[in-house]
């Protein structure tokens, strides 16, 4: 079955170090890739996605290139914020194969960003 | 206008007893989800709606937990006789449809914090 595979951390960085949180996927079909965060006392937010190979996905300076060689979906950002401190997690929903979007989660990674 | 709202936002319960939980998603959206956040399993699906009908009831854990959603709004998930291994963070999601045609982003609510003693 699909499943989803990210780095668990927790990844502890400086302000305006490079991030980079690996997610490889596993899927029998195309799914669309998807990052969500969570921020410290609220919801899951989507943050980007990807809906075909090659795709780029971007949004408040994070990105992430959907690899299809590589079942591959890693988020980067070039200068982390203090205000990026929240739980990632990568995701994967294939609505050819169940018609609708049952997302399935990685278990996601914990990033606290230092002053 | 406003997100997905979910009630109660903690409920610490003991072992056996019954608990609700409530969903109200954004007004509008179709499809209905709901997870359950655990500490060491991640976020796990656990039922979808489409309205009022729920075609994937596939990862309930078993047949206490069941789900109902009425008017094709708000959505209510019931845990009876609660277990400690129930513990988790319960996650509803909704979307404006669910097409064939793409992906609809999921919106996600707060959370319910569920502590079985």
């Known amino acids: 079955g699909n499943s989803v595979t990210q780095m668990e951390g927790p990844v502890t960085l400086s302000e305006e170090a490079f991030l980079t949180i690996n997610c490889t996927y596993t899927a029998t079909g195309y799914p669309s890739l998807f990052w969500y965060v969570q921020y410290p006392g609220e919801g899951l937010q989507l943050l980007l996605k990807?809906?075909?190979?090659?795709d780029k996905g971007s949004n408040k300076g994070f990105e992430a290139t959907y690899r299809k060689e590589t079942t591959s979906f890693h988020l980067e950002k070039g200068s982390v914020q203090v205000s990026d401190s929240a739980v990632y997690f990568c995701?994967?929903?294939?609505?050819?194969?169940?018609?609708?979007?049952?997302?399935?989660f990685g278990p996601g990674t914990s990033l606290s960003v230092i002053p | 206008g406003a997100g997905v709202s979910q009630s109660p936002s903690n409920k610490v319960t003991e072992k056996g007893k019954d608990v609700e939980l409530r969903c109200d998603p954004i007004?509008?959206?179709?499809?209905l989800y709901w997870y359950r956040q655990s500490l060491g399993q991640g976020l796990e699906f656990l039922i979808y709606f489409q309205g009022n009908s729920a075609p994937d009831k596939s990862g309930l854990p078993s047949d206490r937990f069941s789900a109902e959603r009425t008017g094709g709004s708000v959505s209510t998930l019931t845990i009876q006789r609660t277990q400690q291994e129930d513990s988790a963070v319960y996650l509803c999601?909704?979307?404006?449809?669910?097409?064939?045609?793409?992906?609809?982003?999921?919106?996600f609510g707060p959370g319910t914090r569920l502590t079985v003693l």
């Open positions: 007004s509008g959206h179709t499809a």
């Open positions: 999601a909704s979307s404006l449809r669910t097409s064939g045609r793409g992906t609809d982003t999921q919106y």
């Open positions: 995701a994967l929903s294939d609505q050819r194969k169940t018609s609708y979007d049952k997302v399935i």
């Open positions: 990807a809906t075909k190979a090659d």
